[in-house]
């Protein structure tokens, strides 16, 4: 058998002058196409007059073939659809061909419907990609992974379930393991948002004068499933914390909607953070009326140990 390689290499070489007959043509495709040359013997009752009459349907298929063996990735696919082959058939003796989109097509729609159902504010690529199979497990995180991995696989829509609350030190993977959860949401096909507090603050002051920031609190009210991550963190203000987290936080209790939080505070450490008003006056009641909200709807775990961003 011929190198298809040969063939393509020489058709794509000849001019007007020297080009193949329709016969050389078939001739040379089935000499050096292993694809069409099972397509002939799948297909017996097919005549050599049957291929010539369809025999632009059949070089399409036989390039489209080629260049998915030697594919040069999705995004230089040369093929008329990029991420399709065409491939043929029969139908009342006529050789027809239908499009269908290849392994890597498929992979990239998947990832793009895993991104619509796992959105972020201000989340890095890297906590976006992470999945339950890329973390690195041992005994420091065991038992928040269990938890996690144990949310995702018994979470079911519109009915009552505890979040997570993940506290420890910077760098021990609280984050990671979150975008984890998410990913895997998303693989049940529930929608789900992570939001890094400190950044998704900040834009809210900023859309203070349009009322923009609305439409945003909407979106973290009604999420199926809510990750707040690195909580505490944020530049705080009663105005935020009254009006944009109490607000939040009471809408999706009430509607019995899981919120999972990340944050360097323990409980008691957080009540501190949410105490603070302005002039650095305490408002314990205002602390506390928030940390209602928190601590009877979340199971709690410490991720402690060394900083992992140190380490890479």
Same mark, same amino acid.
């Given at each position: 058998?011929?190198?298809?390689?040969?063939?393509?290499?020489?058709?794509?070489?000849?001019?007007?002058?020297?080009?193949?007959?329709?016969?050389?043509?078939?001739?040379?495709?089935? =000499?050096?196409?292993?694809?069409?040359?099972?397509?002939?013997?799948?297909?017996?009752?097919?005549?050599?007059?049957?291929?010539?009459?369809?025999?632009?349907?059949?070089?399409?298929?036989?390039?489209?073939?080629?260049?998915?063996?030697?594919?040069?990735?999705?995004?230089?696919?040369?093929?008329?659809? =990029?991420?399709?082959?065409?491939?043929?058939?029969?139908?009342?003796?006529?050789?027809?061909?239908?499009?269908?989109?290849?392994?890597?097509?498929?992979?990239?729609? &998947?990832?793009?419907?895993?991104?619509?159902?796992?959105?972020? *504010?201000?989340?890095?690529?890297?906590?976006?990609?992470?999945?339950?199979?890329?973390?690195?497990?041992?005994?420091?995180?065991?038992?928040?992974?269990?938890?996690?991995?144990?949310?995702?696989?018994?979470?079911?829509?519109d009915t009552k379930m505890k979040g997570l609350y993940l506290h420890g030190p910077f760098g021990v993977g609280k984050s990671y393991l979150m975008g984890a959860v998410a990913r895997e949401l998303s693989r049940r096909?529930?929608?789900?948002?992570?939001?890094?507090?400190?950044?998704?603050?900040?834009?809210?002051?900023?859309?203070?004068?349009?009322?923009?920031?609305?439409?945003?609190l909407e979106l973290l009210k009604e999420i199926p499933v809510l990750i707040l991550d690195d909580l505490g963190a944020e530049n705080l203000t009663p105005w935020i914390r009254d009006e944009v987290l109490g607000v939040?936080?009471?809408?999706?209790?009430?509607?019995?909607?899981?919120?999972? *939080?990340?944050?360097?505070?323990?409980?008691?450490?957080?009540?501190?953070?949410?105490?603070?008003?302005?002039?650095?006056?305490? &408002?314990?009641?205002?602390?506390? =009326?928030?940390?209602?909200?928190?601590?009877?709807?979340?199971?709690?775990?410490?991720? &402690?140990?060394?900083?992992?961003?140190?380490?890479?």
């Amino acid at each position: 058998m011929e190198p298809i390689s040969q063939f393509m290499g020489e058709l794509a070489k000849r001019n007007p002058r020297n080009l193949l007959t329709p016969e050389e043509q078939l001739d040379k495709m089935l =000499r050096s196409s292993a694809y069409l040359k099972s397509f002939q013997q799948s297909h017996p009752t097919l005549s050599r007059e049957d291929f010539l009459r369809s025999l632009s349907t059949v070089y399409e298929a036989v390039k489209d073939q080629y260049w998915c063996q030697n594919c040069p990735g999705l995004e230089k696919c040369p093929n008329l659809v =990029r991420g399709h082959f065409a491939r043929l058939d029969v139908l009342n003796n006529q050789i027809l061909s239908a499009i269908s989109p290849c392994p890597k097509q498929m992979a990239h729609e &998947e990832e793009v419907k895993t991104r619509r159902l796992m959105r972020s *504010y201000y989340v890095s690529e890297e906590t976006f990609s992470a999945t339950f199979e890329t973390l690195d497990i041992d005994d420091v995180n065991r038992q928040a992974v269990a938890a996690a991995m144990r949310f995702c696989r018994e979470y079911e829509k519109d009915t009552k379930m505890k979040g997570l609350y993940l506290h420890g030190p910077f760098g021990v993977g609280k984050s990671y393991l979150m975008g984890a959860v998410a990913r895997e949401l998303s693989r049940r096909g529930i929608a789900s948002l992570m939001v890094y507090v400190p950044d998704f603050i900040r834009e809210v002051k900023e859309s203070l004068a349009d009322h923009s920031y609305t439409s945003k609190l909407e979106l973290l009210k009604e999420i199926p499933v809510l990750i707040l991550d690195d909580l505490g963190a944020e530049n705080l203000t009663p105005w935020i914390r009254d009006e944009v987290l109490g607000v939040i936080l009471h809408h999706r209790v009430n509607k019995n909607l899981s919120t999972l *939080y990340t944050s360097n505070y323990s409980f008691d450490e957080l009540e501190d953070h949410l105490s603070i008003s302005n002039g650095n006056r305490i &408002e314990n009641t205002k602390g506390r =009326r928030i940390m209602e909200r928190i601590r009877h709807f979340v199971d709690v775990y410490l991720i &402690e140990g060394d900083n992992r961003r140190k380490q890479e």
